[in-house]
């Protein structure tokens, strides 16, 4: 069983990181991730910096490693991100659940409706890049 999910992750991966250079040249990484979610949802940076960085913790903590490592490779400045949500304080220990996500936003000044329209921006964002196979991976780390 695990040798099937490890093949399924590789094939993910490897369809990713496919289409991922040429993406993310034209995408611009992190400044338009930002710009994207303060003008579509009406955020201030730091609440969508913290917002990202806090369903990525999640991300880490319920994704397979090579899954969560493929879709940080379409996410510029992933890694900040998430140390952005910890100095923020959405991120105060791990995050678990919808439930824990909902909190961390709730720390950024954010009601539980934002959740889902953060996934969606996220999950168009990184999609872009890798395909419905990537935007699948957030929407994972999510559920």
Do not use: Y
Request: aromatic fraction near 4%; charge should be positive; charged fraction near 10%.
């Amino acid at each position: 069983m695990w040798q099937r999910r490890a093949l399924c992750s590789l094939v993910i991966l490897a369809a990713l990181l496919q289409g991922s250079c040429g993406a993310m040249q034209s995408m611009g990484g992190t400044n338009t991730l930002i710009s994207l979610l303060t003008s579509q949802l009406g955020v201030t940076s730091n609440q969508a910096t913290g917002g990202v960085g806090s369903i990525l913790s999640l991300a880490k903590e319920r994704l397979p490693a090579m899954d969560f490592t493929a879709l940080t490779q379409l996410i510029p400045g992933a890694e900040s991100f998430m140390k952005s949500a910890k100095d923020l304080g959405a991120v105060t220990g791990p995050v678990g659940d919808r439930t824990g996500l909902t909190a961390a936003f709730s720390r950024l000044g954010m009601g539980s409706d934002m959740v889902p329209k953060f996934t969606q921006t996220l999950s168009d964002f990184v999609g872009k890049a890798g395909g419905q196979p990537a935007s699948n991976l957030v929407t994972q780390a999510v559920q």
